[in-house]
């Protein structure tokens, strides 16, 4: 069984950071892509950033420039760190994980977080 658990979220004001972080564990062999997606309330879940394997990265026009994701694959963690942050990154904040799992024979399958809010007051 493997699980994610983010955390980090929370209250900032307009204009300030936190870090998100996603611990995978289980029976892990890899974290392949993983990502992390946001759902405001009426709104569908939309990638904010994703990062490859290799450590190649992807963001949503949208955050460029003030979110970065990284991942520490000895922890099998992955982390979000968001500056600048505007009330409209107010979200729920979840993870995402292609994971290759142990022993290798099992193949691979897709996780999620149980998300973590962050609200950026005005």
């Known amino acids: 069984q493997v699980q994610l658990v983010e955390s980090g979220g929370g209250l900032v004001q307009a204009g300030g950071s936190l870090r998100l972080s996603c611990a995978a564990s289980?029976?892990?062999?890899?974290?392949?892509?993983a990502g992390w997606y946001r759902q405001a309330p009426g709104k569908q879940r939309d990638l904010v950033a994703s990062?490859?394997?290799?450590?190649?990265?992807n963001y949503a026009d949208s955050v460029k420039g003030r979110f970065t994701i990284s991942r520490d694959n000895a922890k099998n963690t992955v982390y979000l760190q968001m500056s600048s942050l505007k009330p409209e990154d107010t979200a729920v904040y979840y993870c995402?994980?292609?994971?290759?799992?142990?022993?290798?024979?099992?193949?691979?399958?897709?996780?999620w977080g149980q998300g973590t809010q962050v609200t950026v007051s005005s």
């Open positions: 990062i490859s394997g290799d450590g190649s990265t």
């Open positions: 289980g029976s892990i062999f890899s974290i392949n892509v």
């Open positions: 995402n994980a292609h994971i290759t799992l142990r022993p290798v024979w099992r193949g691979t399958s897709d996780y």
